[in-house]
Nanobody
Framework: QVQLVESGGGLVQAGDSLRLSCAAS????????MGWFLQASGKEREFVAA????????YYADSVKGRFTISRDSAKNTVYLQMNSLKPEDTAVYYC????????????????WGQGTQVTVSS
């Protein structure tokens, strides 16, 4: 049974940094794409960043390019999202997700989801 457990969220001020972690278990993730999504209150879930588990190729939403970095530690089965220069508009619940097909950018293409971690950025 695949489990994704996020951690690292919190309340920070604008300009601060946070690192989110996603501990993945239940299978090997070779060939998967691992993604981070956010969902602000009252809005739809949207893509933030993704990484190919095997090759480590990365993808970012335009809104976070240059500020966020996604990475993975295969030995620890963990995916990270380093978030720098945080803005109030980054405030949302952040979800980790896994895509079996290895090519997804949309929430519907992901097969497994974590429970989410809240990130709140005050101005």
């Amino acid at each position: 049974q695949v489990q994704l457990v996020e951690s690292g969220g919190g309340l920070v001020q604008a300009g601060d940094s946070l690192r989110l972690s996603c501990a993945a278990s239940g299978r090997t993730f070779s060939g998967y794409r691992m993604g981070w999504f956010l969902q602000a209150s009252g809005k739809e879930r949207e893509f933030v960043a993704a990484i190919g588990w095997s090759l480590g190729n990365t993808y970012y939403a335009d809104s976070v390019k240059g500020r966020f970095t996604i990475s993975r530690d295969s030995a620890k089965n963990t995916v990270y999202l380093q978030m720098n220069s945080l803005k109030p508009e980054d405030t949302a619940v952040y979800y980790c997700a896994a895509d079996r097909a290895g090519s997804g950018f949309r929430p519907g293409e992901y097969n497994y989801w974590g429970q989410g971690t809240q990130v709140t950025v005050s101005s």
